[in-house]
């Protein structure tokens, strides 16, 4: 681990390179199976609230059933989560040619709220560990393996791949500090396989 400003950051982001490719993982993050949704943070829970009737046309009458009869969180305080629907797809997702996508941000996209996304799902496959020392760290999953291969033929780095969700968490001074600081750490971890989900 480093740190940067009291933040830890896992030692392997720097040299993942990462970007979602949508037409060949479908958005599994949004569907993963587990019965457990996006994580939110607790203040999310007003933003949810506030952006629904924006979005609700979005969702499927399968997915509005389930809010209305189990709500658009569960979980409690410090551990929110959205709901899902047969504990596989979260709540708020839409499906368009077969392919999950955020009502929140289909929204947002089209102007209509000003609140993209949870933060969990925007800096996703960066996860943030929170508790005595808050710490960030990458999150490999065998369904973003397409995200691996398109990062590596375009040489996207994950560190710039989630940099709009990095600046909306700590802010522009931060995000300078741990983008340099990851050029200078990624030189020691050359070796790593761009394949980090497999075992």
């Not at 939110?40 to 979005?58: G, H, S, T």
């Amino acid at each position: 681990m480093f740190e940067i400003q009291e933040i830890a950051v896992d030692p392997v982001i720097p040299s993942v390179r990462f970007r979602c490719d949508l037409q060949r993982c479908k958005g599994a993050c949004c569907t993963l199976p587990g019965g457990k949704g996006a994580p939110l943070l607790d203040d999310e829970l007003e933003q949810i609230q506030k952006a629904f009737p924006a979005v609700r046309r979005y969702l499927s009458p399968e997915h509005l059933e389930v809010i209305e009869r189990d709500g658009f969180f569960e979980g409690s305080p410090g551990d929110f989560v959205t709901t899902c629907v047969d504990r596989k797809a979260c709540v708020f997702v839409v499906f368009e040619d077969g392919i999950a996508k955020c009502s929140f941000e289909k929204a947002f996209l089209n102007n209509e709220i000003d609140w993209r996304k949870p933060l969990s799902c925007h800096l996703f496959p960066i996860r943030i560990d929170r508790g005595m020392n808050e710490q960030i760290r990458y999150e490999a999953i065998a369904e973003c393996q397409p995200a691996l291969e398109l990062g590596s033929s375009t040489d996207t780095l994950l560190v710039d791949f989630v940099e709009p969700a990095l600046k909306r968490t700590y802010g522009a001074s931060w995000l300078r500090r741990f983008k340099n600081m990851c050029r200078t750490e990624k030189h020691q971890y050359l070796g790593i396989r761009n394949d980090l989900w497999q075992p």
